[in-house]
Structures are given as C-alpha cells and as structure tokens.
Nanobody, 121 residues
Framework: QLVESGGGLVKPGEALRLSCAASGFPFDYYAFGWFRQAPGKEREGISCIASVGGNTDYADSVQGRFTISRDNAKNSVYLQMNSLKPEDTAIYYC????????????????WGQGIQVTVSS
C-alpha cells in the first residue's frame, strides 16, 4: 500500500513536499517513482529513485526544481518541489516496483491513490 500526503494549493514560486508512506512489501528492495497527471494529459513520469545506491532520475520538466529522496528507516519516499509553476498543477502519484527504477509507468506494480497539487496565484 502506498499513501501520498502533502499536496495542496500554493502560489507560483512556492514549494511543497510530498510524502509517500509504503507498507506491505519489502521497502528496501523496491524502487520508487513519482508520476503526475494533469487534466486531459497522459500520466507523466517525473522522478524515480533506485532501491540500491539511491540513483535518481528526473524528467526535463522538473530537473533542477524537484528532488526525490527515500528514508528506508521510515519506509517513506519524498518529493521536494521548489519553484512551482502553474504547469505543475496535476494529481501526483507515488509508485513502487521491485529493483530498478524507471520513469515508465507501466513498469510499476504498486500505486498510491494520488494527491492534488495546484499552483495558482
């Protein structure tokens, strides 16, 4: 099970930190990804982190603004989002897959319910 938290409404330029609490599978052996889906658009992989070594990857659209991290002791994954833009408005999803990380949604086996992030003045 994956449960996201931390979403909400912010103004352009502000920051948010999303959290994803995981349970029901061996957290340390799983890679995690953050995805988002805006109205009328396809789901987009924006960041992922590997199970071992902590290697990360980012979509060009968030590179340099978003940071993914994990805390194995707390079975949690985080997405720090800085310098938010109106185009970042979407439902954000946390997802998990065994071993290697990817920005491709079809590789992931566990998904959270999603959380709304709205960036608007």
């Amino acid at each position: 099970q994956l449960v996201e938290s931390g979403g909400g409404l912010v103004k352009p330029g502000e920051a948010l930190r999303l959290s994803c609490a995981a349970s029901g599978f061996p957290f340390d052996y799983y890679a995690f990804g953050w995805f988002r889906q805006a109205p009328g658009k396809e789901r987009e992989g924006i960041s992922c982190i590997a199970s071992v070594g902590g290697n990360t990857d980012y979509a060009d659209s968030v590179q340099g603004r978003f940071t993914i991290s994990r805390d194995n002791a707390k079975n949690s994954v985080y997405l720090q989002m800085n310098s938010l833009k109106p185009e970042d408005t979407a439902i954000y999803y946390c997802a998990a897959k065994a071993y290697g990380s990817s920005l491709k949604a079809s590789f992931y086996e566990y998904w959270g319910q999603g959380i709304q992030v709205t960036v608007s003045s």
